[in-house]
């Protein structure tokens, strides 16, 4: 064989055949055309190896490779590369397809090992997952740091996933296993049993003004993030926390606020805002209020979802359409 075709199978090294060179059942085979009239051949079609294997009825199938396939040769010409990307061909050829994001491979681990899931239904998750799946990767802030935190991370690889967490305990507990999650501590200084006045409060004029949230007037936005958490333009927003099962719990009054106040603050476009448990009295009517019933999406389950656009953009838009 040629230099370049004892490179490939080299590299190839491990593929599945058998002792007696016959193909087995569901195995790939390597094979490379060799020096003299086949490395002629390779220079008109442009093929100098590919794969064999045979499929679950018998049936033989072949996948050629090209030369434009295959990297790092030992061949001392290189090809100028071009300036478009070629996509994955249907099998495995290079590093480049086969290769795992270690996000995706660290959720797909811990998943696997652990018998605590989501709180949220495959229905609900799926909400914000296809949303992701457009825009991606981007910035996504979600308040609340949980067992499904690695995924929403995984989801948005290559991105910024930041959780903004109330209980300083739980961050450790969840870093000590999960150490690349980015996550901070918050705190909040409202109660579930407040939330008719906080409401009411949320009507008045200083609290349709459209500004950062730190130079706010209203009492319901959160001025006491870590400083990046308001200059940064989130592109999703999902408000999973804080704790509002019970009356003396903080409640998510001031996060549902705040997540639409950061969404109408925004430059230009639009923010993608979830929040989940709209099942329960709080969630719902806050959502409503202030996200707003006009920008609403969807609703799947617990879960609402609201495109709200940028109120900079274009001045004179209502708070709510």
């Known amino acids: 064989m040629d230099g370049l075709g004892e490179s490939f199978l080299r590299r190839s090294r491990g593929g599945a055949r058998s002792a007696t060179g016959q193909d087995r059942l569901g195995e790939i085979v390597y094979w490379a055309r060799s020096a003299g009239r086949d490395r002629a051949a390779a220079t008109s079609d442009g093929e100098i190896g590919g794969f064999r294997w045979r499929d679950r009825l018998g049936e033989i199938k072949t996948q050629p490779i090209s030369e434009t396939h295959l990297s790092n040769s030992t061949s001392t010409t290189q090809e100028p590369q071009s ?126 003004v459209v500004s950062d949230p730190r130079f706010s007037k209203c009492q319901l936005a959160l001025k006491g993030f870590r400083s990046e958490v308001y200059d940064i333009e989130w592109d999703l927003i999902m408000v999973d926390a804080p704790t509002g099962y019970h009356d003396n719990a903080p409640g998510r009054m001031s996060a549902i606020y705040t997540a639409g106040l950061m969404a109408r603050n925004r430059e230009e476009g639009e923010t993608d805002v979830f929040v989940h448990d709209v099942d329960r009295v709080v969630e719902d ?18 879960i609402r979802h609201f495109t709200i656009p940028s109120h900079r953009a274009r001045l004179g838009r209502p708070f709510c359409p």
Not at 85 to 90: A, D, E, R
Not at 123 to 146: D, M, Q, T, Y
Not at 285 to 302: P, V
């Open 83 to 208: 300036s478009t990307t070629t996509p994955c061909p249907s099998l495995p050829l290079s590093q480049t397809c086969s290769k795992t994001p270690p996000s995706l491979a660290n959720a797909l681990i811990h998943y696997a090992t652990t018998n605590i899931t989501p709180q949220q239904t495959f229905k609900e998750i799926s909400v914000s997952a296809r949303i992701l799946a457009k825009k991606s990767p981007c910035n996504f802030l979600v308040f609340g740091l949980g067992h499904d935190s690695l995924m929403w991370t995984s989801l948005n690889h290559g991105g910024r996933t930041v959780f903004l967490e109330e209980d300083k305990s739980w961050i450790e507990q969840i870093l000590e296993r999960l150490p690349t999650l980015e996550s901070y501590h918050v705190e909040y200084d409202t109660k579930v049993h407040q939330a008719d006045q906080l409401i009411k409060i949320g009507m008045e004029e200083d609290c349709k």
């Open 285 to 302: 009517k806050f959502s409503k209020a202030f996200l707003c019933e006009g920008y609403l999406t969807e609703q799947e389950g617990r």
